[in-house]
Each structure stands twice: as structure tokens, then as C-alpha cells.
């Protein structure tokens, strides 16, 4: 808890800012940040940072930002792909954070946005995100080149989710980034078959619709992401949240197939 508390403010080293594919997801990833103040109890980040999980904010930003340009058309996911190439060279800024969780007290996700608006290439920035703080980025004139995607999932998974935003109000901001003339996704993860899960992902999917209803051109990605585990992350998840109910038994994964 103290950990998940504590914000620490670092600088990016040379060895953070070069950048690896993320397959499938975007062509390179960089880091704003490592970390989550979150409490989701099947955190993926549990198996990938080492240490207490102290989120480190990097000061470095324009340095990190100017540094993108060297791998634009390098990419092998969009940029080498004629059925995404109109995405152009993506770069994703999600993977060890949830970048707008913190941006209230980094800006860090209001200087790349616009950075990108500003970057006179065919490229795309991309974050995904389980908070709804999106007022200081409505007003950014982003020129189409970032999608915010908004991590959602059913009402019996959404209580492994502590400390974000309500699924009504994810879904909000969705239409909110939206009607912005944000490109935007929906991120339906992690899928878990809890309680009666049919029923509650039909109504998960009606409510996703809702939120968009009435908009016209909206651009619109949509992602389906099973869970999983490495044993790993199941110790120190199993450490973290003792008394959790989240399902890692592996032989009931083998027998459901």
C-alpha cells in the first residue's frame, strides 16, 4: 500500500529510451512513467517490474519525446502493414503505466499529445487507460494522431479494480474523448468468466454502445484480451492481494480448454 502510494520523479536513462516492438498492439512502445497507483488484483505489471511497486514519473520528457522521431517507418505491426498503414507508426505509452491515472500531477500525456499533433508524419500515439480525468486533454488540438482507448470490463470483474474510475464513468469518458474528435477504443480486458458472464459482457457491450449513441464518424477500435498469468506474477500477486478471489488456478484453466 505505501508503495502504490508513493510517486517517485526520475530520469529516463539512455537504455529506457530505446524503444521495442509491441506486438500486436502498436509498433514501438516508450515510457511517460513505470508504475501504477491502481490496485487491480490481476495487475500485469505484478511480473514485469522488479521491486516495490513505486510509481516513477520520468522529468526527461521533451528528451524521451525527441528521441521518437529516429524509429518513424521502422515499425513492423502498422507502419510495415497494408492493411493498418493508414494508422501510420505507432507508438504506445500505456504499457508499464496507466499514464492518465497520474497525469493530474505529470502533464506528461497533455506535452506527447501534443507532440504528435504537432509532428508533421504519418504517426499515431496510443494509451490505453482506466480513469476518466480527461478534462486538460479535451482541449489539446491532438490532429487526429492519438487514440485513447479505455480499458472496460463486466460488473463482476470490475470489483478486482481498485482505485479507478467506475465503469460508467470510463464509458463516459469515452464519449466525452470522443466527441473531442479523439479517435477511441474500447478494450474489453481482462475477460474473465465470472459469475453469470454471458449476461454481464452482452450488458457491458449495450452500455459501450449507449455511450456512443447519437455520434456520427466516430473512429472506433475495439479489443478482446483473455486473462493470463505467468507464475511469476501469480506469486507476487498472491503476496500483494492475499485475500483475492481472482481465479489462478491452472489446472481449472486446462480443463475449461
Known amino acids: 500500500m ?80 497494408q492493411a493498418r498503414a493508414d494508422e501510420g507508426t505507432t507508438y504506445e505509452a ?5 499514464p492518465l491515472g497520474i497525469e493530474h500531477l505529470t502533464g506528461s500525456l497533455a506535452k506527447a499529445i501534443s507532440h504528435f499533433a504537432a509532428w508533421q508524419a504519418p504517426v499515431q500515439l496510443r494509451f490505453t487507460t482506466k480513469y476518466d480525468n480527461l478534462d486538460s486533454l ?4 491532438h490532429n487526429n494522431h492519438t487514440r485513447i482507448r479505455f480499458s472496460v470490463n463486466s460488473a463482476p470483474v470490475a470489483r478486482f479494480e481498485g482505485g479507478t474510475a467506475g465503469m460508467p464513468a470510463r464509458l463516459d469518458g469515452m464519449r466525452r474523448a470522443a466527441l473531442a474528435g479523439y ?51 501469480k506469486t507476487v500477486l498472491n503476496e500483494w492481494y492475499n485475500a483475492s478471489k481472482v481465479d489462478m488456478d491452472e489446472n481449472v484453466r486446462s480443463s475449461a480448454g
Open 2 to 81: 505505501d508503495a502504490k502510494s508513493t510517486l517517485a520523479i526520475v530520469i529516463s536513462p539512455p537504455s529506457k529510451r530505446k524503444l521495442q516492438p509491441i506486438p500486436p498492439s502498436a509498433d514501438w512502445r516508450f515510457d511517460l512513467a513505470q508504475g501504477c497507483p491502481a490496485h487491480c488484483q490481476y495487475c500485469y505489471l505484478a511480473g514485469s517490474l522488479s521491486g516495490p511497486p513505486v510509481t516513477r514519473v520520468y522529468a526527461n520528457i521533451e528528451e524521451i519525446l525527441d528521441g521518437l522521431s529516429d524509429y518513424v517507418g521502422r515499425g513492423h505491426i502498422t507502419s510495415a502493414s
Open 94 to 98: 500505456s504499457c508499464y503505466t496507466d
Open 138 to 141: 479535451l482541449t489539446i488540438a
Open 183 to 233: 479517435p477511441v477504443g474500447l478494450t474489453i480486458a481482462p475477460i474473465m468468466p465470472e459469475g453469470n458472464w454471458r449476461k454481464a459482457y452482452k450488458l457491458l457491450l449495450r452500455q459501450a454502445a449507449a455511450a456512443l449513441a447519437g455520434l456520427v464518424k466516430v473512429d472506433l477500435t475495439i479489443e478482446l484480451i483473455t486473462h493470463r498469468f505467468t507464475p511469476k506474477s
